[in-house]
């Protein structure tokens, strides 16, 4: 690599910052069961304190994203207890997110419900995790609606779009400057007939309707098979409204898969498509980039480790792109050579770069490594099997 692309692959890492789930260190699994992990996290003190290994280890991950209900079950009274957890560990709590798909209440969906009052109890759970946000220092409030119906001719589908639009503008009224509504779409589950918010036309259009603050959120997990992710992400960056991704990977459907592990070639179009667009504006998009993972088989921090080295991997390649000469080639319509020009990138290696960079940063040269040796993994497993051992892993 020539020592050009070495300084732009440093420059851009030491940027890259990649926000962690404190639901990707619990005990998940599938509809069907769990299964318990002896070293899973089982309080939001062990989701902070794994969230910092990771940290230690990449140094790229100085944020935990929070699910209100299942990390701060009494809500605004739990700030003070989070702040003290930030401070220990040295990791800021990062987006917030609302729990509105659980509660026996959102049977028929939570802002979309013909039910006025369960419309007004999601509103106001989301009007409480903008307070928590706000009081967390944190900036982003991110509301996955799993809004929908089963079956044709149950719903209005008209009508829960006007609640959605009604219920959205409330919540960003709400805002204080600088905050931001992230608005996640998914084409389906747990609704199988229609989603509420089932693509990012409909997120965008509902972002616009609610105000300034509002933006897209783009779970790449969250796409019919085939589908064309990088261009959603060009559109988005186009219109100014791309506000985040949660990364995961799939091979079917909302499967929650480490990073780049089926398909590292779509991350990478994905973030060539980003810093594209950096090299053309000379600016550099507001993107939260998070990590939406559920590891049910695999180590839960050493899952979430490859998950983040791969991100800066593929992100790192698409810096060798030369730009100027791929805008010309597609100008042209140099097919071959254009696609050559953005596949040649795709198969440099970057690692050796990134060992030095970690080096030079004072990071461990190989994270998934030094996590190993640090003997944090068998620590937990011994200090958290008993409780894990009682834990459920039944669904019913
Ligand atoms: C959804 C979606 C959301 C996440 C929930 C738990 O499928 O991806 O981002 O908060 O799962
Ligand atoms: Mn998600
Ligand atoms: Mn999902």
Known sequence: MKDKAVEA???????FKIELPSWGF????????KFIQPAAATTIEEKFSDAAQVHAATGACPTLALHVQWDMPNGLQNVGEVEKLATRFAIRPGSINPNIFQNQEYKYGSLGNPDPDIRKMAIRHILECVAISA???SRDISPWFADGSNYPGTQNIR???????????????ALEPGQRLLIEYKPFEPAFYHTDIADWGMAFLLAKEAGRQAFVLVDTGHHYQAQNIEQIVAWL????????????DRRYADDDLTLGSIDPYQVFRIFHEINMFVWETQSVPDIAYMVDQSHNLKGKIEAMIQTV?????????????????LAKLQRECSLVDAEEALRGAFWQDVRPAIR????????????LQAFRMSGYLEQITRERSEKNRGASASYA
């Not at 009508?159 to 009224?173: C, D, V, W």
């Not at 080295?309 to 000469?325: M, S």
């Open 26 to 33: 619990a005990n998940t699994g599938t509809r069907f069961g």
């Open 309 to 325: 080295c791969t991100a800066q991997e593929l992100f790192a390649r698409t810096l060798l792109v030369d730009h100027e000469r």
């Open 356 to 367: 030095e960079w970690r080096k030079q940063r004072g990071l461990p040269e190989n994270p």
């Open 9 to 15: 692959v440093w420059k851009a890492l030491d940027q």
């Open 159 to 173: 009508e829960r779009i006007g609640y959605f639009e009604e219920g959205l503008k409330e919540i960003h009224a």
């Open 237 to 248: 960056l186009h219109h100014k409204m791309m506000g985040g991704f949660h990364f995961n």
């Open 135 to 137: 009081a967390l220092r």
